[in-house]
Nanobody, 122 residues
Framework: VQLQASGGGLVQAGGSLRLSCAAS????????IGWFRQAPGKEREGVSC????????DYADSVKGRFTISRDNARSTVYLQMNSLKPEDTAVYYC????????????????WGQGTQVTVSS
């Protein structure tokens, strides 16, 4: 099972980035995909998730109205569009897949990709 997150980088506050999570095989089609982030010295936290059908999404309160999750099953890719970025969004972002309802709990996800660094300067 392979998940690969990409799209991170350095951006100024107020800017935008789009993260991508590419999955191998049927993993993306049959699983809920979650985005998580972990800042130095902090626990991993759920950012957003999308069900296998795409019909259900959820967001952390801290990113509602700024981040949008979407999926393109034909491309086996889930996207996280991040707008109006803030310095507190700085973290390593991970995508994960799991046979779960949309959840912000890392333990609910079985498969993880490597992270991509997002740094927002003030």
């Amino acid at each position: 099972v392979q998940l690969q997150a990409s799209g991170g980088g350095l951006v100024q506050a107020g800017g935008s980035l789009r993260l991508s999570c590419a999955a191998s095989g049927r993993i993306l089609i049959s699983n809920t995909i979650g985005w998580f982030r972990q800042a130095p010295g902090k626990e991993r936290e759920g950012v957003s998730c999308i069900s296998s059908s795409g019909g259900s999404t959820d967001y952390a309160d801290s990113v509602k109205g700024r981040f949008t999750i979407s999926r393109d099953n034909a491309r086996s890719t889930v996207y996280l569009q991040m707008n109006s970025l803030k310095p507190e969004d700085t973290a390593v972002y991970y995508c994960a897949a799991g046979r779960t309802i949309c959840s912000d709990k890392p333990d609910d996800y079985e498969f993880w990709g490597q992270g991509t660094q997002v740094t927002v300067s003030s």
